[in-house]
């Protein structure tokens, strides 16, 4: 008996704990904190570490337009943060929902929560540009997302800076669980825009096809 008891109140002790470690990593967000005081520091140990690079420093390979603004430049996402939602164009034609979610050439997004807050845009993102395929914050690893391709993008894939560590990505989950099931809904990031990883694809190709000069980032109340 006393046997069988330890062996129960040590498998419970082991439940236990693996609860609270599943508690802690589901507790953890899924980005960088990008008004945090150390961001640069954490900017570049995901540079150097957890990034796959996709920084353009030459002219773009593409370029229409010179000294663009807002809706002239090639590439255009406009972000609602009253409605939580987000619009796309590449050369005028609105990019669709990639998600399959929305029909109406709306894409869901979330800004930053109370405390949080995602700052009004109305620029080009920073150059050199700062865009990755894959992004994975070391400082609060929240899981990847993977893709149809069954590769990992980091847990915020496909992300474009803007300034800092502010920026446009994917987030994780799917489309009836985890944060991508929260698009569109209330402001639930630390800062960063988030889209369905499918559209942030779409919005990182376009950037880095066309360049940082060539893109314009609105994000408004």
Same mark, same amino acid.
């Given at each position: ?140 690893? #929240? +899981?990847?997302?993977? @893709?149809?391709?069954? *590769? ?9 800076? $803007? !300034? ?8 994780? #989950? +799917?489309?009836?669980? @985890?944060?991508?099931? *929260? ?9 960063? $825009? !988030? ?27």
């Amino acid at each position: 008996m006393k046997i069988q008891f330890l062996m129960l109140t040590l498998t419970a002790a082991f439940a236990f704990s693996a609860h609270a470690k599943m508690t802690s990593a589901s507790a953890m967000v899924d980005e960088l904190v990008p008004n945090a005081v150390n961001i640069e520091e954490v900017l570049l140990e995901n540079d150097l570490l957890n990034a796959d690079s996709r920084i353009l420093v030459e002219e773009p390979k593409q370029s229409t337009i010179q000294d663009c603004f807002r809706d002239t430049c090639p590439v255009y996402i406009e972000v609602d943060k009253a409605r939580q939602r987000a619009t796309l164009r590449v050369n005028g034609q609105i990019v669709m929902d990639k998600s399959g979610i929305l029909k109406d050439g709306e894409l869901r997004a979330t800004t930053g929560m109370e405390g949080h807050g995602t700052p009004n845009f109305d620029r080009h993102p920073e150059s050199p540009l700062r865009a990755y395929t894959k992004y994975s914050s070391s400082k609060y690893p #929240g +899981g990847d997302w993977v @893709g149809p391709d069954k *590769k990992a993008y980091g847990n915020m894939p496909f992300v474009v800076f $803007i !300034r800092g560590g502010f920026g446009v990505h994917g987030t994780t #989950g +799917g489309n009836d669980w @985890g944060n991508i099931s *929260k698009l569109g809904t209330v402001p639930l990031s630390h800062g960063c $825009i !988030r889209i369905h990883p499918l559209n942030a694809k779409a919005f990182n190709q376009a950037v880095t096809t066309y360049g940082a000069s060539n893109t314009w980032i609105y994000v408004h109340e």
